[in-house]
C-alpha cells in the first residue's frame, strides 16, 4: 500500500525559508515521478514541481523557479522541496504525490500548511 507523509510546514515572514519532506513507503513501482502540488486558500490545486524519481529530471512551475528546489533521497524514498524567498502568495497547503509510471498522480500525502505573512 502507498503511502505519503509531508512534513515542515509552518509560518514564517516574506522572505524566510522553509524545507518540506515527503517521505513514501510502498513504492514498488518500476518508474514513477513525484511532485509537490499547493491548494491556496479558495484556490484549485496547482502543480509546483516534479522529480522524476530513477533519473532526477526535474520541471517547476513558473512561479517557483529560482524560488523552489526539489530534490531526494534516493536510499529512503524522501522527496524534499527547499522552498527559499517565500513570498505571501506562496500560503497554501502543499502536498506531495506520485504518479506511477506516467500513469497521473494517483497517490497523495495528506498535505501540510505554509503561510507566508507580509
Known amino acids: 500500500q502507498v503511502q505519503l507523509g509531508e512534513s515542515g510546514g509552518g509560518s514564517v515572514q516574506t522572505g524566510g525559508s522553509l524545507r518540506l519532506s515527503c517521505a513514501g513507503s510502498?513504492?514498488?513501482?518500476?518508474?514513477?515521478?513525484m511532485g509537490w502540488f499547493r491548494q491556496p486558500p479558495g484556490k484549485e490545486r496547482e502543480f509546483v514541481a516534479q522529480?522524476?524519481?530513477?533519473?532526477?529530471?526535474?520541471k517547476y512551475a513558473d512561479s517557483v523557479k529560482g524560488r523552489f528546489t526539489i530534490s531526494r533521497d534516493y536510499a529512503k524514498n524522501t522527496l524534499y522541496l527547499q522552498m527559499d524567498s517565500l513570498k505571501p502568495e506562496d500560503t497554501a497547503v502543499y502536498y506531495c504525490?506520485?504518479?506511477?509510471?506516467?500513469?497521473?498522480?494517483?497517490?497523495w500525502g495528506q498535505g501540510t500548511q505554509v503561510t507566508v505573512s507580509s
Open positions: 510502498g513504492l514498488t513501482f518500476s518508474s514513477f515521478t
Open positions: 522529480m522524476w524519481w530513477n533519473s532526477g529530471i526535474t
Open positions: 504525490a506520485i504518479s506511477p509510471s506516467n500513469l497521473g498522480y494517483q497517490y
